[in-house]
């Protein structure tokens, strides 16, 4: 079964600028989403198709795709940041969903 | 507005079923798939299924091949999600989620029912 891989943490201090990757083999041919989630809530779409933001989401939030990897990246951090993150992909070959394990976002 | 409402808490014994509602508004309920993604305690999510209320035709992972039920109710815009032979790992929040209709991403999500599996 296909497989995203996320790191479990980033951290990044207040004003600065938060990256994170989502890795997966052949991701280059696929569409990547992105979902914040905050304790106790539902997740919410933040990016999708690598870069496009829903109605309503800041573009402090943008997304890129480059070969094996695909980059959520968050500008002006601040502390209403924190959360989780997760990406995703659509596996063609059984018609799956797939999630990556998810990033904890941290503002020191 | 556009929601999807989901049904309560659930407790239920090891090897007995749930079965968890999730009510649409705010959009033509036939003409979105519906998908199912449950988050244990502490754990990521984990993308269970979907169902084109339209047809009612549903696909699910592997893992849960043989457990899960994925139906509809198109005259009260309901999808249902249940799961057989519950087990404890089975615990976690279960939620419901709208799929897009140009990208196959999830825009709309439930608030999501808690089930809890314990003798």
């Known amino acids: 079964s296909y497989v995203l891989a996320q790191p479990p943490s980033v951290s990044v201090a207040p004003g600065q600028t938060a990256k994170i990757t989502c890795g997966g083999n052949?991701?280059?041919?696929?569409?990547v989403h992105w979902y914040q989630q905050k304790p106790g809530q539902a997740p919410m779409l933040v990016i999708y198709d690598d870069r496009d933001r829903p109605s309503g989401i800041p573009d402090q939030f943008s997304g890129s795709h480059s070969g094996n990897t695909a980059t959520l990246t968050i500008s002006r951090v601040e502390g209403g940041d924190e959360a989780d993150y997760y990406c995703?992909?659509?596996?063609?070959?059984?018609?799956?969903?797939?999630f990556g394990g998810g990033t904890k976002l941290t503002v020191l | 507005q556009v929601q999807l409402v989901q049904s309560g808490a659930e407790v239920k014994k090891p090897g007995a079923s749930v079965k968890v509602s999730c009510k649409a508004s705010g959009y033509t309920f036939i003409n979105y798939y519906i998908h199912w993604v449950r988050q244990a305690p502490g754990q990521g999510l984990e993308w269970m299924g979907w169902i084109n209320p339209r047809s009612g035709g549903a696909n699910s992972a592997q893992r849960f091949q043989g457990r899960v039920t994925l139906t509809r109710d198109t005259s009260i815009n309901t999808a249902y999600m249940e799961l057989n032979r519950l087990r404890s790992d089975d615990t976690a929040v279960y939620f419901c989620?709208?799929?897009?209709?140009?990208?196959?991403?999830?825009?709309?999500w439930g608030q999501g029912t808690t089930v809890t599996v314990s003798s």
């Open positions: 995703q992909v659509w596996d063609s070959s059984g018609d799956l969903w797939v």
């Open positions: 989620a709208r799929r897009a209709d140009w990208y196959y991403g999830l825009d709309v």
């Open positions: 052949n991701i280059e041919s696929k569409s």
